[in-house]
Nanobody, 120 residues
Framework: QVQVVESGGGLVQPGGSLRLSCAASGSIFNIYAMGWYRQAPGKQRELVASITNGIITNYTSSVKGRFTISRDNAKSTVSLQMNSLKPEDTAVYYC??????????????WGQGTQVTVSS
């Protein structure tokens, strides 16, 4: 069993910054990828940023240059530094961990979500 716990959400004014953190624990052979998704009211969940094999990063276009994803391999944690926040960044942010077993099989685990609200 794998547990995924997020922290760091909150209320921030436009132009401000927040840092989200996510920690994975439990029976993990290898972490293949870690990522952040978000879901705004009435919208589908979308990928915000991901990091694969510890080095390959991917960002949705709307956050490029403002958000930075980073991973601490030793601690099985992933962070999302969010700068220059905009009201349209308001959403529930979810962390997803993709593990790979010795057999190569991959499994996804989600956190419970953390609310980010950007408002004056």
């Amino acid at each position: 069993q794998v547990q995924v716990v997020e922290s760091g959400g909150g209320l921030v004014q436009p132009g401000g910054s927040l840092r989200l953190s996510c920690a994975a624990s439990g029976s993990i052979f290898n972490i293949y990828a870690m990522g952040w998704y978000r879901q705004a009211p009435g919208k589908q969940r979308e990928l915000v940023a991901s990091i694969t094999n510890g080095i390959i990063t991917n960002y949705t276009s709307s956050v490029k240059g403002r958000f930075t994803i980073s991973r601490d391999n030793a601690k099985s944690t992933v962070s999302l530094q969010m700068n220059s926040l905009k009201p349209e960044d308001t959403a529930v942010y979810y962390c997803k961990i993709t593990t790979s077993a010795m057999s190569g099989r991959r499994s996804d685990y989600w956190g419970q979500g953390t609310q980010v609200t950007v408002s004056s």
